[in-house]
Structures are given as structure tokens and as C-alpha cells.
């Protein structure tokens, strides 16, 4: 089950999940809860709230690229450590990163159910912090 966790969790940031709503029902849960510990403050999603998120995504950013760095999966939980890259729909050309994230998640039927993500805007990152 680990494998499936490990699959599962990097296909949900790297797809385009923000563009469709069909994409995000895929991966996630129907009953799923997502806490988020941003530089806005604390929010506690649901799929409604996530989908909400994701239009607002799709309205401001011409595209969004997950980099990931990290993941670790045990059972039915996987971290994950990962940079946003976006390219606004003002400036296509140029990508540069939007924010850092850690995100811990248990899946249910093979889906996101229960997720923890921690964020910070983005900037210049290390290019190898695992080494």
C-alpha cells in the first residue's frame, strides 16, 4: 500500500487539477479534510474549499509546475516536500516559484482523506537540501 501512497500523492500536485474539476474528484477523497498552516493563517478545507482554491489558481496563473523534492510513504500515508512554480497569465515567459510546501497524507480507497500541508511563500531555493 505504501507504493500506492508513494503514486498517488506526487500525481495529485503534478496534475492539473486546478484547471479541472473532474482531475481534483480523482485524486481526492469525497469526504476529504485538508489542514493547511499558510502565511494567510490556519484553514481546514474540505473538497468545496479545495475546489475553491483551485479556481482561484486557475483564474491567476497561466501555469503551475510542482518540483518536487522529497516524498516518504509508509502504509497508507505519504510526506511530501515540494516547490510551486507558476507563470502568471500578465508575464507567460518567465516562471518563478510561488511558495514551498510539506504535506503529510492518509489515503482512504486510494484517494487523499486526511492531509496536513504546511507553507511559505516562495523564493530562491536550495538547490539540493537533501545532500
Known sequence: MSSKAKEVVP??????????????RTYLHPEVELSWYGTTGFRKLDIQGIADISK???????????????IVARKVDAAIHFTY???????????MPLA?????????????????QISQLGEEIDENPWS
Open 100 to 116: 514551498h510546501f510539506i504535506a503529510i497524507w492518509e489515503l482512504k480507497d486510494g484517494k487523499l482523506f486526511k492531509g496536513v
Open 85 to 95: 512554480h507558476v507563470r502568471t497569465i500578465e508575464n507567460p515567459d518567465e516562471e
Open 56 to 70: 482561484e489558481l486557475a483564474s491567476s496563473y497561466d501555469s503551475l509546475r510542482a518540483e518536487i523534492e522529497k
Open 11 to 24: 500525481k495529485f500536485y503534478q496534475s492539473d487539477f486546478y484547471k479541472d474539476e473532474e482531475v481534483l
